[in-house]
């Protein structure tokens, strides 16, 4: 698993491991095991005391809900939760990816615009039965 920044926000680590496990409705042992297992990853004080973030809290919400509710798996959460980052990753390459051709079609435009009106500036009106030379302008 990726482990996130953290610091602020929903990532800021706060709770201890009691209060984190009160939160999400498990037995503090029960995110002993998740942790071994990788399914979260709390912060360390200096001291060694797990910190968790809200983040945290939500993900362990998800994890009960999925195996409680839905009687999936330690292993089938860990791959839901890795498909879920993948997802999210992906629809981040998504938007970054529409958003350079957004930016490549204003550009490409403006090249075109540029190139029309270099191409009037070439249009020389000839007078009937006279010829221009391109140099005699």
């Excluded at 839905?70 to 970054?96: D, K, T």
């Amino acid at each position: 698993m990726v482990k996130q920044q953290r610091g602020s926000g929903k990532d800021r680590p706060v709770y201890m491991i009691s209060v984190a496990a009160e939160l999400a409705g498990v037995h503090p042992q029960t995110l002993r095991i998740y942790e071994r297992k990788m399914l979260v990853q709390p912060t360390r004080s200096p001291g060694g005391t797990r910190l968790y973030s809200e983040a945290d809290i939500e993900r362990l919400r998800l994890i009960q809900r999925l195996t409680q509710d839905e009687g999936v798996n330690l292993a089938g959460v860990m791959r839901i939760i890795e498909l879920e980052m993948e997802r999210e990753r992906l629809e981040a390459r998504l938007a970054e990816a529409e958003a350079a051709a957004s930016q490549a079609e204003v550009r490409l435009a403006h090249e075109i615009n540029e190139f029309r009106r270099s191409m009037r500036a070439d249009i020389v009106h000839v007078p009937r039965g006279g010829i221009v030379r391109r140099n005699e302008r």
